[in-house]
């Protein structure tokens, strides 16, 4: 199979909740703004997205919705890693049945594993769906972190394509691309999109992109090409607005700031909660100094 799924910027889209459900509409306009702004690929239904906290039918239903809005014009990327290995297999079957390009599936959270589980969990969910699959590791959620010589057995995998990286540990990174020539890595961090991607990463699983997507597309593309001042100076610039959209928890400060650019982002389901005023302040003031228009 063909071993990328995307190159640039793929937004990791907050879902639009109301009090009975998803707000359909909503949504639809969300992903909308991505295409119109050069997204490169929808990640749905991922941290950012708030799966967690979804039951298995509507988080398939969002799955469903968003590969029928894309129309395949941008590949559509579902999140469905769980702590249960037996649950991501059956998401992600599910989700190869309605024609996602791909899934993300995250390590095993609360109840953690060993690397010698995280390589039969993942080798379990990769035997059960010929669809590509990138593996996410975020040891900060998680609290395990896959290494690299776990990342380098599990690469030999056909139909495992790619690695969203969120250690935060740039020698980490730096090593799995060494094990891992063949390897897509793409940054889970957005503060980091420009070292990894001037490494040779293929791009960013973006919260960024939520509220900047042609902004972040244009700093991957102008990474891709090579043209690493100009993509430096971008990087440096969003520093501030990438500060403030992790002030708290994401989602928690993105949706909020979807809702000050006039979206109805929805609301956040317990136990996330809104934002304190003086973060609130922060992140307005990022938003503002990036040049983004608040309604």
Known sequence: MSKTIFTGSGVALVTPFTNEGVNYDALGKLIDFQLENSTDAIIICGTTGENATMPDDEHLEVVRYTIDRVNKRIPVIAGTGSNYTEHAIDMTREVEKMGADGVLCVTPYYNKTTQKGLIASYTA??????????????????GVNMLPETVKVLS?????????????NMSQVLKIMSLCPELDIYSGEDALIAPIMMMGGKGVISVLANVAPKETHLMTEKLLKGEFEEAKKMQLDALELVDALFCEV????????????????????????EMDEKNLQKLVAAMTNYGIKLK
């Open 125 to 142: 969910i990769a035997e059960s769906t010929s669809l590509p699959v990138i593996m996410y590791n975020v040891p900060s959620r998680t």
């Open 156 to 168: 030999e995998i056909d139909n495992i394509v790619g690695l969203k990286e969120a250690s935060g």
């Open 250 to 273: 994401n989602p928690i400060p993105v949706k909020t700031a979807m809702r000050l650019m006039g979206f109805d982002a929805g609301q956040l389901r317990l136990p996330l909660v």
